[in-house]
């Protein structure tokens, strides 16, 4: 099975494994220089458009990206070429963590804004629904502090409190850095998906073979719910995983309108 490793993918996956290796155990500052910061925050730098898709947070983060490269890169390198497959995930990568920076900036401004007008008519009620809409930021001490604030609407003192809590998840909100290849990924799965849509894969779990079109389908929609439901207690980036698909979606369509480019 490792024999049919093509080498973009064999390159990708060790320079994927070799950074998390000198990230977790030599260099752990490149955790924080690589990582793709929100662009109005001082950790920001251009260059992480690129490197974030090197870095993953943990084992299996790494894992299951470079799992889903092992399993579909090899066949579409060989479909594509190297080139085409070097392009399809770097430009994946690359556009997935540009647009998913835009949708962090309009998160992160409507936020901001939610806070002013907190700020300009404090009230518990309005606290309260921030809280509850944001409980992904918040330790469950917050609620104690809810309970204390309402009953006690006009204290400056609460309110205050309540003024530097919501300051502070503002600024935690524009310091939690993007890291992982899974837009890359995803564009990956949907340019499989659209070129040999037919394939049969065998599924873990459930155990049960499956065709790549429905596969694709699959994750895509429940992508595409995740994104709608904005859930505050998941810290994956959806929104970077449905820009992989797009744009993966949009490339491959382009290749295939120019039969000439595959040969």
């Not at 936020?111 to 309005?126: H, I, K, L, M, R």
């Not at 929609?221 to 929104?239: E, G, R």
Request: a neutral charge.
């Amino acid at each position: 099975m490792f024999r049919n490793i093509t080498p973009v993918v064999q390159n990708i996956l060790l320079i994927n494994i070799g950074l998390f290796i000198v990230s977790g155990f030599v260099l752990p500052q490149l955790n924080e220089w690589f990582a793709l910061f929100y662009i109005g925050s001082e950790n920001f730098k251009p260059f992480q458009f690129l490197t974030y898709m090197f870095m993953h947070a943990d084992f299996w983060h790494l894992f299951s990206n470079m799992f889903g490269l092992f399993i579909f890169g090899p066949l579409l390198e060989q479909f594509l070429g190297p080139k085409k497959l070097l392009t399809l995930w770097m430009v994946c990568g690359v556009g997935s963590g540009v647009l998913y920076s835009g949708y962090n900036i309009y998160r992160i401004s409507s936020f901001e804004s939610t806070v002013e007008q907190f700020q300009a008519n404090p009230d518990p009620e309005n606290f309260n629904r921030i809280v509850i809409q944001n409980r992904g930021y918040f330790n469950r001490e917050v609620f104690d502090f809810v309970d204390d604030y309402s009953r006690n609407p006009e204290d400056p003192v609460k309110i205050s409190q309540a003024n530097q809590t919501l300051n502070s998840i503002l600024d935690l909100k524009a310091n939690i850095p993007m890291v992982g290849a899974s837009g890359a990924l995803f564009g990956v799965l949907i340019a499989f998906g659209m070129l040999f849509p037919n394939t049969q894969l065998f599924l873990l779990f459930p155990p049960m073979p499956v065709k790549a079109k429905y596969l694709v389908l699959f994750y895509g929609l429940y992508t595409i719910y995740n994104v709608l439901n904005n859930n505050p207690l998941d810290n994956v980036a959806h929104f970077a995983h449905l820009s992989g698909l797009v744009i993966g979606g949009l490339l491959v369509y382009k290749w295939k309108k120019d039969r000439n480019s595959f040969y």
